[in-house]
């Protein structure tokens, strides 16, 4: 009787662990809109091309080269690899810039960003 309430145990969380991870996944252009979303609200500063720019500021700057790209950009990936990681014009890297002057290439903050 133990075993049958383990196995009936096991597949309810089995169930419920499916539910969670169904409701969970994202498309990836709801991934892309939830990395812009995550520049937008941020408070950090984002530095392209030498040149420091707000969230918001950041946000319309990679939401211009999203459609300017046309569909070449599919996945969140490609997002950040190809459009929110370096200046196509100089090929520099962007950067995020934290209160305390660190900086990391937003490929990084991104990807940490997607993670979550």
């Known amino acids: 009787m ?18 969670y991870a169904s409701t969970n996944t994202l498309s990836e252009q ?15 500063i984002f530095v ?3 040149v420091e720019y707000p969230g918001t500021e950041a946000k319309e700057l990679l939401q211009t080269k999203l ?3 046309g569909n070449t950009i599919q996945t969140a990936d490609d997002f950040i690899n190809n459009l929110a990681s370096y200046s ?19 490929k990084i903050w991104l990807r940490a960003r997607l993670a979550d």
């Not at 133990?2 to 539910?19: K, M, N, P």
């Not at 196509?88 to 937003?106: A, L, Q």
């Open 88 to 106: 196509s014009t100089t090929g520099k890297p962007y950067y995020i810039e934290f209160p305390d002057g660190t900086m990391i290439e937003s």
């Open 67 to 69: 459609k300017a790209s």
């Open 2 to 19: 133990a075993r049958v309430w383990i196995i009936l145990s096991l597949l309810v969380l089995g169930s419920a662990s499916l539910a």
């Open 48 to 50: 392209r091309n030498s």
């Open 30 to 44: 709801q991934k892309i809109a939830y990395l812009l979303d995550a520049v937008g609200t941020s408070k950090l």
